[in-house]
T-cell receptor
Framework: KNQVEQSPQSLIILEGKNCTLQCNYTVSPFSNLRWYKQDTGRGPVSLTIMTFSENTKSNGRYTATLDADTKQSSLHITASQLSDSASYICVVSVGFQKLVFGTGTRLLVSP | EAQVTQNPRYLITVTGKKLTVTCSQN?????MSWYRQDPGLGLRQIYY???????DKGDVPEGYKVSRKEKRNFPLILESPSPNQTSLYFCASSPSRGNYGYTFGSGTRLTVV
């Protein structure tokens, strides 16, 4: 069964601190892995997309890593800001036709 | 501005009253899709369309219909809404299959009473 699991479910950090969110997947055939940011009640916004051959990809203060052997990905946020408070969703593409979504990590950045 | 536009943003309706949620994109994308998002669950795909006049079922198609008569529009139709269709709905588009990012609409919060 194709599954994407994220941890932790929720996280509170102080403004300016770093954090790392985790994503484990069991998907076949794997095409790519995406990280999205979703503000409450809004549509997800793409942060990064990585294919099988890519180990890391950055987008400003967001850095995603992918280990295709262990089927794990992480999203590292550097120097967090209040505007980073959102849900972060890991999404794996199955054979380019189907997306499998994780349930997300809800991040709260506290002043 | 490149975007996916959904309407309405909020909708309260009664059981059995047919409704349509519209979705339009201005990026000439081939691929469009509908998702629903419920608490504690990831987004689940309802229907998708690879191109004009080509649609297919996603994971949770029961109770929904779609059409793709034009490239830019992909409406979601609930012929006889029921309370279990109360949810947050998102439309998304992508240039085509492959390693492209998806652009999501702002969402439609539907309540069926």
């Amino acid at each position: 069964k194709n599954q994407v699991e994220q941890s932790p479910q929720s996280l509170i950090i102080l403004e300016g601190k770093n954090c790392t969110l985790q994503c484990n997947y069991t998907v076949s055939p794997f095409s790519n892995l995406r990280w999205y940011k979703q503000d409450t009640g809004r549509g997800p916004v793409s942060l990064t997309i990585m294919t099988f051959s890519e180990n890391t990809k950055s987008n400003g203060r967001y850095t995603a890593t992918l280990d295709a052997d262990t089927k794990q990905s992480s999203l590292h946020i550097t120097a967090s800001q209040l505007s980073d408070s959102a849900s972060y969703i890991c999404v794996v593409s199955v054979g380019f036709q189907k997306l499998v979504f994780g349930t997300g990590t809800r991040l709260l950045v506290s002043p | 501005e490149a975007q996916v536009t959904q309407n309405p943003r909020y909708l309260i309706t009664v059981t059995g009253k047919k409704l349509t949620v519209t979705c339009s994109q201005n990026m000439n994308h081939e691929y469009m899709s509908w998702y629903r998002q419920d608490p504690g669950l990831g987004l689940r795909q309802i229907y998708y369309s690879m191109n004009v006049e080509v649609t297919d079922k996603g994971d949770v198609p029961e109770g929904y219909k779609v059409s793709r008569k034009e490239k830019r529009n992909f409406p979601l139709i609930l012929e006889s809404p029921s309370p279990n269709q109360t949810s947050l709905y998102f439309c998304a588009s992508s240039p085509s299959r492959g390693n492209y990012g998806y652009t999501f609409g702002s969402g439609t919060r539907l309540t069926v009473v």
